[in-house]
């Protein structure tokens, strides 16, 4: 497998007026194409930072996020939001889809944001629908679907522009076990179908055995964690 993400050394501080609080002290990351790489750790412990800095939403305080070798540049917004429309999928705690749209339409933002949609755009968006199980569901609001139903639409959307890596972020907090388990093996099956290496930020240790590697993030600072899965 090629080397698809490098993180080095990353660092990020927050200022608060009772003192600065330091979060990553020098996280380091490689993420292989097509692997899945799960990060646990407790609430706090700057997981949804590290994830931030990795999908170019915020810029570290030092180190730097190289993908396929060339490091982001994170002083220039404008190759940064071109960077994460072209390579990255994200996929959040909560949902975040547009309630006036419908499911096929909220699927479909992605691709209008790139370019002018195309037959192309529509059978991909048709395709995802159909692998998570919501092709009956596609004219329906968001406020017309059940809480699984709309985050399997925002897992969909984050495969829409066949990105090379996908970020989620607790994608499955929300949801109740058995929902969360059965949309976490359609997550893993898309995830392997499509060839995408994956960064999962989980308390959930079923979820993150799902995955090629478990990291802990603790102290500012990742470190393998298999052997907390395992047991």
Not at 96 to 117: K, V, Y
């Amino acid at each position: 497998m090629a080397l698809l993400l490098v993180a080095q050394g990353l660092q990020k501080t927050f200022q608060r007026t009772q003192g600065d609080l330091p979060v990553l002290t020098g996280c380091d990351l490689n993420l292989d194409s097509g692997e899945a790489v799960a990060i646990i750790g407790a609430s706090g412990a700057g997981k949804s930072t590290l994830l931030n800095l990795l999908g170019g939403l915020d810029a570290p305080d030092g180190g730097s996020v190289l993908h396929h070798g060339r490091p982001l540049d994170f002083s220039s917004l404008r190759a940064l939001t071109t960077w994460r429309q072209q390579t990255v999928g994200f996929i959040f705690q909560f949902h975040f889809l547009l309630p006036d749209f419908t499911a096929l339409e909220n699927l479909l933002i992605p691709a209008r944001i790139r370019h002018r949609l195309t037959p192309a755009d529509r059978e991909r968006a048709a395709w995802l629908l159909d692998v998570l199980e919501l092709t009956d569901r596609q004219d329906h609001l968001p406020g017309e679907l059940s809480g699984g139903e709309q985050q399997r639409v925002a897992v969909a959307r984050a495969f829409m522009n066949r990105p090379q890596i996908v970020l989620a972020d607790e994608p499955f907090g929300n949801l109740d076990p058995e929902r969360g388990e059965r949309l976490g093996q359609l997550l893993f099956d898309l995830r392997r179908q499509e060839g995408i290496g994956m960064v999962i930020v989980t308390h959930d240790l079923e979820l993150a055995g799902r995955a090629d590697r478990v990291l802990r993030l603790e102290a500012g600072l990742l470190a393998l964690a298999q052997a907390e899965v395992d047991a």
